[in-house]
């Protein structure tokens, strides 16, 4: 119950930004119509929807560790975790009401991108609705970014680590634009070893419909997203442990 009270009222500081939201669900959707009328018009294959719809949605996930990032570092420099510090909520309750609200937000831009694939041209099919399954480890994982930097770094560092480097480093090393077999050598080795270019590889087995590669690829996101959350959790429950 303090979690869920909790989570409402962070629902409701996120829709008091409409710009932010309005970019972050809005940009992905701009950059998959701008690729696509740019792959309707080169005489080569670089931009097909099969392949660019799945990582495009995944590089919407990557904007979650923005909004969560944000949200809890505003809180912290607004005083209002010390505030909060008095209560009986626990470090769990606080973390699980900033999970809460942001991976329903993060499972409904999935089924936006890929809605705006198959107008664009994407055969409709059931595998669309696996796609947006495989995102949620990833969904996970970001909103876990997100929850670290918020705890280490103030509202103006969030931007700048979550909202620039973050979204272009998942953009190259998952490969939202290209294959990352085009590069190879020590570039695809080290993508490999990070967990984004898995999550969109899983996307893009779940579309194809190649079952076997998937579980894979979801338990590499997954461990990450479970280190990431842990040092998260410790790093909030210090945090607070100060207040």
């Known amino acids: 119950m303090?979690?869920?009270a909790f989570a409402k009222r962070n629902a409701k500081e996120l829709?008091?930004?409409?710009?932010?939201?309005?970019?972050?669900?809005?940009?992905?959707?701009?950059?998959?119509?701008?690729?696509?009328l740019i792959q309707r018009n080169v005489p080569v294959h670089v931009f097909e929807l099969e392949f660019l719809a799945p990582g495009i949605a995944l590089f919407g996930c990557t904007f979650m560790a923005?909004?969560?990032?944000?949200?809890?570092?505003?809180?912290?420099?607004s005083a209002f975790?010390?505030?909060l510090a008095a209560s009986p909520m626990t470090a769990a309750d606080f973390l699980l009401g900033y999970l809460l609200p942001l991976l329903p937000m993060a499972v409904g831009q999935s089924m936006v991108c890929m809605a705006a694939a198959v107008a664009l041209g994407l055969p409709l099919s059931w595998n669309l609705l696996a796609v947006v399954a495989c995102l949620i480890p990833s969904a996970l994982l970001f909103i876990a970014?997100?929850?670290?930097?918020?705890?280490?770094?103030?509202?103006?560092?969030?931007?700048?680590?979550?909202?620039?480097?973050?979204?272009?480093?998942?953009?190259?090393?998952?490969?939202?634009?290209?294959?990352?077999?085009?590069?190879?050598?020590?570039?695809?080795?080290?993508?490999?070893?990070?967990?984004?270019?898995?999550?969109?590889?899983?996307?893009?087995a779940a579309?194809?419909?190649?079952?076997?590669?998937?579980?894979?690829?979801?338990?590499?996101?997954?461990?990450?997203?479970?280190l990431i959350g842990g040092i998260a959790a410790a790093a909030f429950q210090r945090k607070l442990a100060r207040q």
């Open 2 to 4: 303090r979690a869920a």
């Open 15 to 36: 829709l008091r930004d409409p710009l932010t939201m309005f970019f972050g669900l809005g940009f992905p959707l701009v950059l998959l119509g701008l690729m696509t």
């Open 66 to 77: 923005l909004f969560s990032g944000l949200l809890i570092a505003k809180d912290r420099t």
């Open 81 to 83: 975790l010390a505030r």
């Open 145 to 204: 970014l997100g929850l670290l930097c918020g705890t280490l770094f103030n509202d103006k560092q969030v931007g700048g680590v979550c909202g620039a480097i973050l979204t272009n480093a998942t953009a190259w090393l998952a490969g939202i634009w290209f294959d990352l077999s085009l590069v190879g050598g020590a570039f695809k080795a080290v993508a490999y070893v990070l967990p984004f270019v898995h999550g969109a590889d899983a996307a893009r």
């Open 207 to 226: 579309l194809a419909g190649d079952w076997a590669a998937v579980p894979g690829h979801l338990i590499w996101v997954l461990a990450w997203a479970a």
